[in-house]
């Protein structure tokens, strides 16, 4: 595991300019009816299974998961039967685009988030995959972390290892963990800096858009209250918009204390995708996809990539659609 001990990062970096905040092309409203046939392009009922290929429907890598899927103005939405159907096309998904990436630039830079995503991520860890993917090319960071000891049952960091990461070659020198060490300001600063270390050395790549760091995937879960990553409804730091990683003591979901990588830094993704099964997340699901208009959307709502986001959901999260 890669160390992101400030002792190690003690060489100052170049400051990165901020985000310029350019303005963003209004989102086109989702309306079920938006659900296309892959080659029809007539609509589809939200229970109709297409049996395309996979998310992507091409890459290198093939599956037969079934899905409905929808392109509207906040992305490429696919609804499958079961959570089983869904994990199937995320590992194909997964790793079509780590193929991609470490083809083009040598590596693949993804970023986890912690709960239910993880078991979701299973059939990376089966064959094909497990075998055919090159995972000397992966490079992996925490979209958020809690800020208890690695081996805690609250860590993410200890969740994806023993649900994913020891499973798979993944070289430990490139699993970026916090330093579990710190309180969580010094965490979340320490977390920046290995970050800053990082785009100076080239392992991850820079929006000429934003100036933030532009990650090749991030894999994202979704609360019932609509968090992403430990960016809460109603919290003030949903708005910031200068640190890349930051750090909150009051967290409505314990445990309390976090750290969190912010929107810029979210939305600099070359892709997304959002993982989100069950009917206990309906709710948030059709706030962000939905025709209501909200002057004050729920984090999920928020998430808007400047590369491509894929809506992975299971037939129960997207119920309300
Ligand atoms: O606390 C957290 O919750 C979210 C959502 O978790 P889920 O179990 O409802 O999928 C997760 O994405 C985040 O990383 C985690 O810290």
């Known amino acids: 595991m890669a160390s992101c001990s400030p002792l190690y990062f003690s060489t100052p970096f170049p400051t990165l300019p901020s985000s310029p905040s350019l303005?963003?092309?209004?989102?086109?409203?989702?309306?079920?009816?938006?659900?296309?046939?892959?080659?029809?392009?007539?609509?589809?009922?939200?229970?109709?299974?297409?049996?395309?290929?996979?998310?992507?429907?091409?890459?290198?890598?093939?599956?037969?998961?079934k899905a409905s899927m929808a392109e509207k103005g906040k992305g490429k939405v696919e609804v499958f039967d079961s959570e089983d159907d869904l994990s199937v096309s995320l590992a194909k998904y997964t790793a079509d685009l780590a193929d991609k990436f470490s083809k083009e630039r040598g590596s693949f830079t993804v970023v986890l988030s912690g709960g239910s995503l993880i078991k979701s991520l299973r059939k990376l860890v089966e064959p094909p995959y497990v075998d055919?993917?090159?995972?000397?090319?992966?490079?992996?960071?925490?979209?958020d972390e809690r800020v208890v000891p690695k081996d805690h049952?609250?860590?993410?960091?200890?969740?994806?290892?023993?649900?994913?990461l020891s499973k798979v070659p993944i070289?430990?020198?490139?699993?970026?963990?916090?330093?579990?060490?710190?309180?969580a300001e010094g965490a979340a600063d320490d977390y920046e800096t290995c970050l800053k270390h990082l785009v100076k050395s080239n392992v991850i790549s820079v929006s000429a858009a934003t100036g933030f760091p532009k990650f090749d995937l991030m894999l994202l879960g979704v609360g019932p209250d609509g968090h992403v990553a430990s960016l809460f409804p109603g919290h003030p730091l949903v708005k910031e918009?200068?640190?890349?990683?930051?750090?909150?003591?009051?967290?409505?979901?314990?445990?309390?204390?976090?750290i969190t990588f912010t929107f810029p830094v979210i939305n600099s993704s070359a892709n997304i995708a959002l993982v989100v099964c069950g009917a206990g997340?309906?709710?948030?699901?059709?706030?962000?996809?939905?025709?209501?208009?909200?002057?004050?959307?729920?984090?999920?709502?928020?998430?808007?990539?400047?590369?491509?986001?894929?809506?992975?959901?299971?037939?129960?999260?997207a119920s309300k659609l």
């Open 132 to 143: 055919a993917v090159d995972w000397s090319t992966w490079h992996v960071f925490w979209v």
């Open 281 to 317: 997340k309906a709710g948030p699901v059709h706030a962000a996809l939905g025709n209501d208009q909200n002057s004050d959307p729920l984090p999920v709502g928020m998430v808007s990539p400047e590369g491509e986001l894929v809506w992975f959901l299971d037939k129960d999260a």
């Open 153 to 164: 049952d609250d860590s993410n960091y200890k969740l994806a290892l023993d649900g994913f």
């Open 241 to 258: 918009n200068e640190k890349w990683v930051t750090f909150i003591k009051n967290s409505p979901k314990p445990p309390p204390e976090r």
């Open 171 to 183: 070289l430990p020198g490139k699993v970026y963990a916090i330093n579990d060490a710190l309180p």
């Open 23 to 65: 303005p963003k092309l209004p989102r086109l409203p989702f309306h079920p009816s938006l659900l296309s046939h892959p080659f029809t392009h007539k609509p589809l009922p939200l229970a109709f299974s297409t049996g395309i290929r996979g998310a992507s429907g091409s890459g290198r890598f093939f599956c037969r998961a």
